[in-house]
């Protein structure tokens, strides 16, 4: 079984950063796509990023587009998500995700009932 632990989340003001780290054991790098989702209170779980694990390339969701970067470190065997100017309505859980069948570059097919392997979440707080 692949296990993905998420660490950094935490309570920031609007305008601010984080950083948010997701370990992984096993091979996911190079067997798995990989990215990023988040539960707000009372919504449904989104896709905010994904990043491949054959080429390195990325993809967003536009509320997050130019604010957030996706990043891998393969001898860490690590992913983050860069969160550049937050707002509020950033505050989630941001849970980090691998899909053995999907590609990053079908976006569209990244919900929740494509991922393979989920960690349990960090919370990010975003204050005004």
């Known amino acids: 079984q692949v296990q993905l632990v998420e660490s950094g989340g935490g309570l920031v003001q609007a305008g601010g950063s984080l950083r948010l780290s997701c370990a992984a054991s096993?091979?996911?790098?190079?067997?798995?796509?990989m990215g990023w989702f988040r539960q707000a209170p009372g919504k449904e779980r989104e896709t905010v990023s994904c990043?491949?694990?054959?080429?390195?390339?990325?993809q967003y969701a536009d509320s997050v587009k130019g604010h957030f970067t996706i990043l891998t470190d393969n001898a860490k065997n690590t992913m983050y998500l860069q969160m550049n100017s937050l707002k509020p309505d950033d505050t989630a859980v941001y849970y980090c995700?691998?899909?053995?069948?999907?590609?990053?570059?079908?976006?569209?097919?990244?919900?929740?009932?494509?991922?393979?392997?989920w960690g349990k979440g960090t919370l990010v707080t975003v204050s005004s």
């Open positions: 995700a691998a899909a053995r069948f999907l590609l990053c570059s079908g976006f569209e097919f990244w919900t929740y009932s494509g991922m393979d392997y």
């Open positions: 990043i491949s694990a054959s080429d390195g390339s990325t």
């Open positions: 096993g091979r996911t790098f190079s067997s798995y796509a």
